[in-house]
């Protein structure tokens, strides 16, 4: 069963970048939509990040605008969040979501990462 796979997480300096991937681990048809969210803590809401729809349409929550950049990379179904002038309350287990298919037939379906720590400390 395909999963999808994040990298990129670590430590961050306050005003430092990070580059997330959000990769298939297995074979990918075509994926139509996807997102980013992060949960700061386990007791809090998982939250919007930024969303990239079908049409091309995205969108970004009110915190990251600006700042973040949504992407997909077409060829290899893989999907980047490009975060510049990062703060500690960015701090947080970030989640990618994708709406794929795996064959031509496959009905779509809602695909999960596992979560990638983001830490922004000085």
């Known amino acids: 069963q395909v999963q999808l796979v994040e990298s990129g997480g670590g430590l961050a300096q306050p005003g430092g970048s990070l580059r997330l991937s959000c990769a298939p681990s297995?074979?990918?048809?075509?994926?139509?939509?996807a997102g980013w969210y992060r949960q700061a803590s386990l007791g809090s809401q998982r939250e919007l990040v930024a969303?990239?729809?079908?049409?091309?349409?995205?969108n970004y929550g009110n915190a990251v605008k600006g700042r973040f950049t949504i992407s997909i990379d077409k060829t290899k179904n893989t999907v980047y969040l490009q975060m510049t002038s990062l703060k500690p309350e960015d701090t947080a287990v970030y989640y990618c979501?994708?709406?794929?298919?795996?064959?031509?037939?496959?009905?779509?379906?809602?695909?999960w990462g596992q979560g990638t720590q983001v830490t922004v400390s000085s």
């Open positions: 297995g074979t990918i048809y075509n994926t139509y939509a």
């Open positions: 979501n994708t709406i794929a298919t795996t064959t031509m037939t496959a009905p779509r379906r809602v695909y």
């Open positions: 969303t990239l729809n079908e049409a091309g349409n995205i």
